[in-house]
């Protein structure tokens, strides 16, 4: 069945040269290098449907993905990124009706990605000290419909967290060795541990830490992601590439040291 567009959708406007705009259907015009289009004359229309501007240049009327929507988030720190996020999210096997903990939210990229996997039975605890960033990040999560899933916490993780036995635990803070022993104590047994550093001394450092409490299967990563030009005449990477974001560093809880790998 088609799904028709309503008030206030969201929906991503895509034109033939590649430009994107992402915007909400109401009755308010969108200026574009290619010519205007009246936003309100695409309710009632269908994902998919072809829109044409004032100066008849075609665009497509998509739904917005999450990734999407990352990209183009209002942000006011780093973020992880979809690359990295998809990956953590599986390697901490997040999925429907997981507790699982966020810090720091930042603008909230990551927590999204948590949130998506926790389901509507799960539940993402996200800390943040900072609350103009706590509070960025609750917009942006209404924004994308996950708020619901989301405990938003205005508190310094120094002070521990609290809750006990979660599935898993993500951390993105600039000293993240001053926190793994309050992580190894929030997760419960077997639970999965994850870690975003940009830099290696900031690995070795939250390493060192790792390695003195009771966790197994650590491991450390980095994804390299490389865009390819879609011609199938001339098939070749784009010219440029992000060399790098974050290493990912990577733990299971178990209860005693000595068991320890
Ligand atoms: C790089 S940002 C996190 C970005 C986030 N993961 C995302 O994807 O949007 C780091 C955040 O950690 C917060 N932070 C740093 N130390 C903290 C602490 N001790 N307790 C809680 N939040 C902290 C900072 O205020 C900042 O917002």
Redesign the pocket.
Known sequence: MADTLKQMEKVLILFQDGSEYLVRLEEKKLHTHLGTIDLGELIGKDYGDVVKTSTGKVGFILRPTLLEEIMKMK?R????YPKD?SYIALKLDVKEGDKVI??????????AVLARHVGKTGKVFA????KE?AEL?RENLKEWGLLDRVEIKV????EGFDEKDVDAL?L????PW??VKVCWEALRGGGRFAV?CPTTNQVQETLKEINNLPFVKVEVWESLFRAYKPVHERFRPVDRMVAHTAYMIFAVKVKEKEARI
């Not at 720190?77 to 992880?80: K, L, N, P, R, S």
């Not at 966020?102 to 909230?108: E, I, L, T």
């Open positions: 942000r720190t780093q973020i992880v996020s966020d810090s720091g939210v930042g603008s909230g990229a990551m927590c800390y943040e000290r900072r960033f990040a508190k310094d993780i120094g993500f993105d803070v600039p000293d001053n926190y975003v």
